[in-house]
Each structure stands twice: as structure tokens, then as C-alpha cells.
């Protein structure tokens, strides 16, 4: 069966633009969550949703805002860019609830803020 | 606060063994996990570990010691496929999912 799917794979935006980022979990799985990856600082994890509800959410401002359609597909927002939100943006699902056992990555949404 | 510490790189021969280490401080703890990242590529899922011991799959083990708030991952008969960053990943009581940094392997042929 197909993958988790990520678009767009590579963007560019400049400061103050804003961005959304879309994830096609495996099908099946209700569960989505979001991660920042940077150069040493590995995956920080952004939020979570199963069955449309954010079950809970990273420690980041409140520019990064997210959300899950009734379909599973997820969406994660964030407005009024910083160069520091240059990263890649990676998408995980799972098929149950708090799935965090094993999760199922995209190849994730490069971001270059400049 | 939570957190994982595991080495930020580990350098090992071609057909030799490997560990890479993790421990963690977590207000609670349902299990740890470990994933393989190739560069430019998405993490692939390779263990889990809930109970105390050693979970064997193929060439990759995984271990955990849960007094020890410890674990690891031990690679053997090592390919150059094997070059990575490897992730060890828990959750925690508050629910929130937590990743190490990483470890960089590099296999010297």
C-alpha cells in the first residue's frame, strides 16, 4: 500500500510569508503527527491528531498551527515566517491512537526561509 | 524537563559490531523506539522495546533497561548500507512523542 505522502517536497518563502504543508497518511491510519528536523537538533516534535483532534502540541509558537480533516489528511500551518523555521517539516502516522510504537514517516517538506 | 542523550557519532568497521547507546529522563515512559534516517530520506522504523531485555530482529538488536532509564542498539555484521543517523524515540506521560539528536554512523570499509 502507499506510503505517507508529503507536499510540497521543497519550497521557498521569505520572512513574513506563510506556509502549509500537507500529509497523506498510510491508509487507514487516524493518526498524524508533525516534526521540525534541523541539523543537530533531530526531531522536535510539533503536534498530534487522531480522528480530527489535536491530541497534543509541541512546544512551539503559535505560528505553527495544524489541523486533520475527516479523511486523516493533515495539514500543518505556519504564518509569518522566521528564518529559523528554515527545516524539514516530517509527517508521521500511525493506526491506533498515541501510536508510538511504531510510526510511519513521509520523506518530508524541505522549507527555506530566506 | 524530558530528554534523550545518545552519542552524536559513532565510527565503526564494515563487518564489525556496533552499539550506539541512549538513555532517557522522562516523567514516564511507555517504551523506546529506534529509527534509521539515510540522508535525504525519511526515518524507517527498525525496534521497540517495552519490557526489560533484548528484542532481536535480523542483524539489529535493541535492549532496554528500564531501572537504568537505558537502551541501546546493536548492529552486527555491518555494510556500508548501514551508514545512517539513527533516532532512539520515546513517549512520555505527557503524551508528547520524544526524539533523541541522533547518531551518525559512518562504516570505514
Known sequence: ?114 | GQSLEQPSEVTAVEGAIVQINCTYQTSGFYGLSWYQQHDGGAPTFLSYNALDGLEETGRFSSFLSRSDSYGYLLLQELQMKDSASYFCAVRGRDDKIIFGKGTRLHILP
Not at chain 1, 505522502?5 to 518563502?13: A, C, D, E, G, S
Not at chain 1, 493518526?31 to 516534535?45: A, D, I, N
Not at chain 1, 512551539?60 to 524539514?88: H, I, K, Y
Request: hydrophobic share 30%; charged share 20%; net charge positive.
Open chain 1, 1 to 114: 500500500k502507499a506510503g505517507v505522502t508529503q507536499t510540497p517536497r521543497y519550497l521557498i518563502k521569505t520572512r513574513g510569508q506563510q506556509v502549509t504543508l500537507s500529509c497523506s497518511p498510510i491508509s487507514g491510519h487516524r493518526s498524524v503527527s508533525w516534526y521540525q528536523q534541523t541539523p543537530g537538533q533531530g526531531l522536535q516534535f510539533l503536534f498530534e491528531y487522531f480522528s480530527e483532534t489535536q491530541r497534543n502540541k509541541g512546544n512551539f509558537p503559535g505560528r505553527f498551527s495544524g489541523r486533520q480533516f475527516s479523511n486523516s489528511r493533515s495539514e500543518m500551518n505556519v504564518s509569518t515566517l522566521e528564518l529559523g523555521d528554515s527545516a524539514l517539516y516530517l509527517c508521521a502516522s500511525s493506526y491506533a491512537d498515541r501510536g508510538g510504537r511504531e510510526l510511519f514517516f513521509g520523506e518530508g517538506s524541505r522549507l527555506t526561509v530566506l
